[in-house]
């Protein structure tokens, strides 16, 4: 854990760094937040995580608590006084502090801003991807409105327990049709039977994954073929090879669903070499 964190304006230290009890986040998960990858202490994927920031927000009316240079500025600082290199940030910007009701405050309030920053052990994580993770599956049972990054993860907590006790690192929300719709943390692909590559297209109620985003890109670049189009869980565990995406995850290779191999049950060179590629590129594009 990294020792210094911002909440509001000031750099304090961590384990003296509280948030209000009637902070809207707190009570009602009133908020929402992005994390970016650290590539030698810089942000990876600025401009998507910034967009992102900004949509998540401006659909909650939520203003932006500054303007995106300054948040670039508090980002960096941040990162500086921990001293992280490779890492993760995790930023929550919350409606404000108000007397409880649900309905937003009357008197407009300021947003609150917190900011952590922790270190990442990227030799373990090169050892976990080139093993691959399991994942497991559950039903889809979320709101409307995925697409929004919003604090209120509880169905997102409760699948990913549910995925450890499994043995797992994570889970697949299915849809009503049997379809993948994307990780409790992380978005979904696989490399189809005819080496098609395919994600679930944002039309559905997904999150609009940063890193799904520099993906599709870093993939057409490479000469893949890929389609925004929906799969099965009986798809994913016939294709050649499965994988997920995000921010923490970056591209890690999926190995077992539910139990079963995917494929031969080993890590295939699409997801490594994709994986290489991603973060050839974050590492070169991030500020
Ligand atoms: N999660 N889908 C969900 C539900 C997510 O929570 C995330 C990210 C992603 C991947 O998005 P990105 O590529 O922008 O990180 C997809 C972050 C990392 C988290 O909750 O910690």
Excluded at 28 to 34: I, M, P, Q
Aim: net charge positive; charged share 25%.
């Amino acid at each position: 854990m990294s020792r210094i964190a911002y909440v509001n304006g000031r750099f304090t230290r961590r384990a003296e760094a509280f948030v209000h009890i009637e902070d809207r986040g707190y009570q009602l998960a009133d908020g929402v937040y992005e994390v970016w990858a650290l590539f030698d202490g810089k942000l990876a994927d600025p401009e998507g995580h910034f967009a992102r920031l900004e949509r998540s927000l401006s659909e909650l009316r939520i203003p932006m608590p500054m303007s995106r240079e300054a948040l670039t500025m508090v980002l960096r600082e941040a990162v500086r006084r921990n001293g992280v290199r490779e890492g993760l940030l995790y930023l929550q910007v919350t409606r404000g502090v108000a007397p409880r009701m649900h309905a937003f405050p009357q008197n407009p309030v300021p947003p609150a801003v917190v900011i952590t920053v922790n270190r990442v052990d990227r030799a373990a994580d090169e050892a976990r991807a080139a093993q691959g993770v399991a994942v497991t599956t559950t039903p889809e049972n979320r709101w409307g409105r995925c697409d929004i990054k919003t604090v209120g993860l509880l169905s997102n907590v409760l699948a990913k327990q549910a995925a450890r006790e499994a043995g797992a690192v994570e889970a697949w929300y299915v849809d009503e049709l049997g379809l993948v719709t994307e990780g409790a943390s992380s978005n979904a692909w696989i490399v189809d039977a005819d080496g098609v590559l395919r994600t679930r297209d944002t039309q559905a109620n997904i999150l609009r994954g940063v890193t799904r985003l520099s993906l599709l890109e870093v993939a057409q670049e490479a000469g893949f073929e890929v389609q925004q189009r929906p799969f099965s869980v009986a798809e994913a565990k016939a294709a050649r090879e499965a994988f997920i995406t995000g921010a923490g995850s970056l591209v890690l290779p999926v190995v077992k669903i539910d139990g079963d191999p995917v494929a031969d049950g080993r890590v295939g060179p699409v997801a490594s070499r994709l994986r290489r590629l991603y973060i050839e590129r974050a590492r070169a594009t991030a500020i």
